[in-house]
T-cell receptor, first 114, second 112 residues
Framework: KAGVTQTPRYLIKTRGQQVTLSCSPISGHRSVSWYQQTPGQGLQFLFEYFSETQRNKGNFPGRFSGRQFSNSRSEMNVSTLELGDSALYLC?????????????FGEGSRLTVL | GENVEQHPSTLSVQEGDSAVIKCTYSDSASNYFPWYKQELGKRPQLIIDIRSNVGEKKDQRIAVTLNKTAKHFSLHITETQPEDSAVYFCAASRQAGTALIFGKGTTLSVSS
């Protein structure tokens, strides 16, 4: 069974640009959540999608947005990039079952903003 | 919203010693408390989790305890080995399988 796939793995942007990151969950997983990882701040929750609906949202500015498609693939977009947006962006998928709570993470997309 | 505090931020132990990492959470409705291990350059992976109806859970050298009244939960690693060196994250959510609120992580270093 293929794991969670994130693309692109690495990207470099300049301030003011926008970026779109993609996440393909494990087959059969309908829940996808996104996290920003930076040194010292750990894993900060961005948003969660289930069946194409945003179920939960973290405390990030409106420049950060996301969506989920009917095949459960998800994208996140960051507009008007700032230097502080440089981070590893991780997505995770899960079955959303009370019996199996595990989130399966992708390898992440490392964004560098210059 | 939920807030998870994790201590210590760094922990150094000798091989064979025990390591304890502690977390507190703020949302009394949280019912699911997993721990993830992230080795350098790799993705986080679940090592153990506990639900609110259980006070303690063990898996070989790893154990987790939960005190719902005090909103505390802890990870205990016994007989530490160099391969236990990693960053450990505690987390909380209202329901297993949904998005998690993580602590800031503990960097554990086990020296031989």
């Amino acid at each position: 069974k293929a794991g969670v796939t994130q693309t692109p793995r690495y990207l470099i942007k300049t301030r003011g640009q926008q970026v779109t990151l993609s996440c393909s969950p494990i087959s059969g997983h309908r829940s996808v959540s996104w996290y920003q990882q930076t040194p010292g701040q750990g894993l900060q929750f961005l948003f969660e999608y289930f069946s194409e609906t945003q179920r939960n949202k973290g405390n990030f500015p409106g420049r950060f947005s996301g969506r989920q498609f009917s095949n459960s693939r998800s994208e996140m977009n960051v507009s008007t990039l700032e230097l502080g947006d440089s981070a590893l962006y991780l997505c995770a998928s899960s079955l959303t079952s009370a019996d199996t709570g595990e989130l399966f993470f992708g390898e992440g997309s490392r964004l560098t903003v210059l | 919203g939920e807030n998870v505090e994790q201590h210590p931020s760094t922990l150094s132990v000798q091989e064979g010693d025990s390591a304890v990492i502690k977390c507190t959470y703020s949302d009394s409705a949280s019912n699911y408390f997993p721990w993830y291990k992230q080795e350098l350059g790799k993705r986080p992976q679940l090592i153990i989790d506990i639900r609110s109806n259980v006070g303690e859970k063990k898996d070989q050298r790893i154990a987790v305890t939960l005190n719902k009244t005090a909103k505390h939960f802890s990870l205990h690693i016994t007989e530490t080995q160099p391969e236990d060196s990693a960053v450990y994250f505690c987390a909380a959510s209202r329901q297993a399988g949904t998005a998690l609120i993580f602590g800031k992580g503990t960097t554990l270093s086990v020296s031989s």
